[in-house]
């Protein structure tokens, strides 16, 4: 007996959720913003699950931390300096599930152009929010905030979108056989 639609998707979410919260704790590098292994799980889940079910996904992950589930990096629930970047999943979930709604990651070079702005989204977040946590400049703040995991980023993105890309192109392809 197979899962109902409403059973895969609901399965599907609490994945994504907890993917973000495991791959939390997998830090890359160290530094005032870790370098973990979520900006990979936010754009593969995003790329995969569409706008609804993604912002889902990453609003749970939010606020449950939020309200004290220990899963940010570090298994912390605390968004002092970092809070930002982890507010930033959310809109960035939204855009890069709505390109892929549209069709966006079924070519690897658009999955890239989409999960590049998805990021940005991501810092943008984070180095607004250290901005009214400090009186650091903001050449300053990009310094800490998004240099370190920049090339890390980026890199996962590469991979992320080879892997998207080729699921959504079956997915494209096999939808428009069907």
Sequence with gaps: MGLTSIQRTVSMIVIAVLALA?????????????????????????GLLGSRNALIATALYVVGGALGIPWFSGLDADMSI???????????AGLIGWYADKGACAWYSSCVGVFLQGLVVVYLCGVLWMMQASTASLPDLIAVGVHPTVVQDVCEILLAS????RLQGKTTSTKATA
Excluded: E, H
């Design 162 to 165: 080879a892997m998207v890309s």
């Design 22 to 46: 495991g791959s939390a704790q997998l830090v890359v590098s160290s530094g005032i913003v870790p370098g973990t292994l979520q900006t990979s799980v936010l754009i593969v889940a995003a």
């Design 82 to 92: 970092t809070g930002g970047y982890i507010i930033g999943f959310v809109p960035a």
